[in-house]
């Protein structure tokens, strides 16, 4: 799922060809996507785009006359940006917003129609999208450690969760909490007050530095090839991959349709993390540390 610096450099790729023009018509494929009806989504057909905005993971279409597009790409929804009046690409293709520059494409990959689309008038239609998490770039240390506490969860439900933190997914926890070198299952009361400067620096760098990672790494052109595994991560998709720390082998714990990903030495001092699956399948064979797996 694009996260923080994926819908970042998305918001200023957009803004950059289209902030200014005007919405010509849109293109909806997939009767699954629009989730809105009043005002209808014609309301928006000849309105100038004034600007962008992300809330969370949600990418904000800022329209003249206090309308405004809110859409959110889900785990396999992405952005393509196409000559003008250019068709929808076979199945994957949702939707087409037609400029006079060129046409901003909503694709899907997958079976599964999660993204959504939603044309909402003035500030109060916006309200239903607030989720409340702490802009963790713009927040204090004390604002982040009073999020942290709020429940007693595990730091990786923590952060991924919408309420107390905005824009922060899988991917990027597991950046996070590698960074932080904190175990995943740690709850978050338990903290000591170095442990939460220590995540606090941690967010903000590795969200900081993707963010212009990404930007230097499409230099100026629209994002491509958005995704949530990336060759230069250090432990998120890399499972019994070197940790690029100390080299031991990455682990994970796979629970639903996500995983986590962590290093054992650098993270849970050397402990193996329970796959609930697995370990329930291995019983006692279950290996309790690193050195077993050798």
């Given at each position: 799922m694009p996260e923080l610096p994926d819908i970042t450099v998305?918001?200023?790729?957009l803004e950059?060809?289209?902030?200014?023009?005007?919405?010509?018509?849109?293109?909806?494929?997939?009767?699954?996507?629009?989730?809105?009806v009043d005002p209808p989504l014609s309301a928006v057909h000849g309105k100038r785009v004034t600007g962008f905005r992300r809330m969370g993971k949600r990418i904000v279409f800022d329209f003249e006359d206090d309308l405004f597009l809110v859409l959110h790409l889900m785990?396999?929804?992405?952005?393509?940006?196409?000559?003008?009046?250019?068709?929808?690409?076979?199945?994957?293709?949702?939707a087409a917003l037609d400029f006079s520059s060129g046409t901003?494409?909503?694709?899907?990959?997958?079976?599964?129609?999660?993204?959504?689309l939603w044309l909402v008038r003035g500030g109060e239609g916006l309200q239903q999208f607030v989720r409340g998490g702490l802009e963790v770039l713009d927040g204090t240390v004390e604002e982040f450690a009073a999020r942290?506490?709020?429940?007693?969860?595990?730091?990786?439900?923590?952060?991924?969760?919408?309420?107390?933190?905005?824009g922060i997914g899988n991917a990027y926890s597991d950046e996070i909490l590698h960074r932080a070198r904190l175990s995943p299952v740690k709850h978050t009361r338990r903290l000591s007050a170095g442990e939460v400067q220590r995540?606090?620096?941690?967010?903000?760098?590795?969200?900081?530095?993707?963010?212009?990672?990404?930007?230097?790494?499409?230099?100026?052109?629209?994002?491509?090839?958005v995704t949530a595994f990336r060759d230069g991560m250090a432990v998120h998709g890399r499972f019994r991959k070197p940790c690029p720390v100390c080299g031991t082998a990455v682990q994970r714990i796979r629970y639903a349709d996500n995983e986590t990903n962590y290093c054992p030495r650098c993270q849970t001092d050397g402990r193996l993390l329970a796959d609930r699956a697995l370990s329930r399948l291995l019983k006692q064979d279950w290996p309790r540390s690193v050195d077993d797996l050798a």
């Amino acid at each position: 799922m694009p996260e923080l610096p994926d819908i970042t450099v998305y918001i200023e790729a957009l803004e950059s060809r289209v902030k200014g023009e005007t919405l010509r018509d849109t293109r909806i494929a997939s009767p699954f996507l629009l989730r809105s009806v009043d005002p209808p989504l014609s309301a928006v057909h000849g309105k100038r785009v004034t600007g962008f905005r992300r809330m969370g993971k949600r990418i904000v279409f800022d329209f003249e006359d206090d309308l405004f597009l809110v859409l959110h790409l889900m785990i396999a929804g992405r952005l393509r940006w196409l000559s003008p009046d250019a068709k929808l690409p076979g199945k994957l293709g949702l939707a087409a917003l037609d400029f006079s520059s060129g046409t901003l494409v909503l694709t899907e990959a997958g079976s599964k129609r999660r993204a959504s689309l939603w044309l909402v008038r003035g500030g109060e239609g916006l309200q239903q999208f607030v989720r409340g998490g702490l802009e963790v770039l713009d927040g204090t240390v004390e604002e982040f450690a009073a999020r942290l506490n709020e429940e007693n969860h595990t730091l990786k439900r923590s952060l991924t969760d919408p309420r107390l933190f905005s824009g922060i997914g899988n991917a990027y926890s597991d950046e996070i909490l590698h960074r932080a070198r904190l175990s995943p299952v740690k709850h978050t009361r338990r903290l000591s007050a170095g442990e939460v400067q220590r995540l606090f620096d941690a967010t903000r760098a590795t969200l900081t530095e993707w963010t212009e990672r990404l930007r230097s790494e499409y230099g100026g052109d629209f994002p491509k090839k958005v995704t949530a595994f990336r060759d230069g991560m250090a432990v998120h998709g890399r499972f019994r991959k070197p940790c690029p720390v100390c080299g031991t082998a990455v682990q994970r714990i796979r629970y639903a349709d996500n995983e986590t990903n962590y290093c054992p030495r650098c993270q849970t001092d050397g402990r193996l993390l329970a796959d609930r699956a697995l370990s329930r399948l291995l019983k006692q064979d279950w290996p309790r540390s690193v050195d077993d797996l050798a």
